[in-house]
């Protein structure tokens, strides 16, 4: 191994492989097209190809690959949700994140560090033994935990009982990880495209042609294409496509912003998040302190960072962790989330035959990557709704059957 | 510190107010079914671009409406509600059913 680094370090021509395939000439037709680059686009793309031999695919990346928001989130993965189909679904999920890198043959940097949500109040503490018997039941690792423990699993963070808020108790989930947000896309689409599936980036999809009932082919901005089959995978700007097909959606577009500060020695284990003070707080393995979980208060299409989030997410952070008072800033920034009214996904069918939708993805997107590649391949594949995706259809809207997600974010919500 | 203009309050620290959600016109609830109230509730543009919303100015109660760019989040202008809202909405139910 020394030798080949030596050989690979002296080699005139670095013989490095490119991830992908470039960009060639847009095909007339393909049988399925994926909108959107990222990591839930690419997902699918990878488990068509891999899984169901579907490979004459193409992705429509109005950008470049993984640069919405694979590219903002906070790269949190847990499954400590309360509804049974929400808990069904993402513990799926971070069982296959467990095995992607071995999946792929390429490292995403996964990081099982567990993750404690902090109660400071006894109605938190009755919702935390709730959502830790669901849990159970289910098979996910997590329980109520007191301050002693609190205090030996992260021995840096405030336990004065005359802070603001004083920590009652916690939610701790054993399973609670993390991963290099970015290698879970380039995973994806080098798996996808080494088995034939085209990625053509800077192509954005102006207009979908609907004929009696059903998509037929897409408009973009390099020509039209004939497809089989649409899944859209745009999370932020869902809305604005699934309008191209006159779909309407429950859903309302909220930037969150978030913040790292320069990197330190590693200090911090798990991931900490309170919802009483609207704040998550983890050290990545680089060293930055990430701190996130400041949601806009009223929709907007724009990632600019506010002083008053700045200001708000750093004061919740130094509650918890007041050593943090001298960390410098490194950057801000903001996603775009895709906020349901009941806080679930929107995965499935659409009034639209064979487009299909995976929208919805306020900030659960990341960690639900792996699982919608498989579930919207079977589903695209097989033309049948798995039934681990079932709850999560648009139409539950019109039935008044939510899928009310009360654990759905560590912070904001 | 970003400002916003309640019709009476005048200029006020945005922290003031409250989001109210889009407006839309409501359905006839004498006559719409269960699925156009379902539309109705859940349902939004959420448009990129010149959307006219509900707000309110939290610590006087006080209701209206701002047209507002989703995109830049410049607020084009804030006005009272009986600009659209001329007569009382009537919500009676027939006496018949109970």
Known sequence: MPFGLLKYGLSNNYPAKHHFTPAKELKKHYDVIIIGGGGHGTAIAYNLAKYHGITNVAILEKSYLGGGNTARNTAVIRSNYLTEAGVKFYSESVKLYNNLSNEFNYNVMMESRGQLTLAHSDAAIRSFRWRAEVNQHLGVRSELVDRQTIAELVPNLNMSEDSRFPIMAGLWHADGATARHDAVAWGYAKGACDRGVELHQLTEVEDVEITNGRVTAVKTNRGRVECGSVVQAVAGASSIVAKKAGIPLPIHCYPLQAMVTQPYKPVLTPHVSSPQVHVYVHQTSRGEFVIGGGSDPYPLYNTRATLGQRESLSAAALELFPFLSQARLLRQWAGTTDMTPDYSPIMGLSPVENYYLDAGWGTWGFKATPICGVTMAELIATKKVPDLIKPFELERFYRFEQVNEAGATAASH | ?98
């Open chain 2, 1 to 98: 510190m970003k400002l916003l203009t309640c019709p009476l309050n005048g200029k006020r620290n945005i922290s003031e107010f409250t989001y109210g959600g889009e407006y839309h016109a409501m359905p006839d609830h004498r006559t719409s079914s269960a699925r156009d109230w379902a539309e109705h509730v859940f349902f939004h543009d959420n448009a990129a671009g010149v959307v006219t919303e509900w707000w309110c100015h939290t610590a006087s109660s006080f209701w209206f409406l701002a047209e507002r760019n989703t995109i830049t989040d410049d607020v084009i202008r804030t006005f009272k509600a009986d600009e659209i809202y001329q007569q009382r909405v009537e919500f009676t139910a027939p006496e018949t059913e109970v």
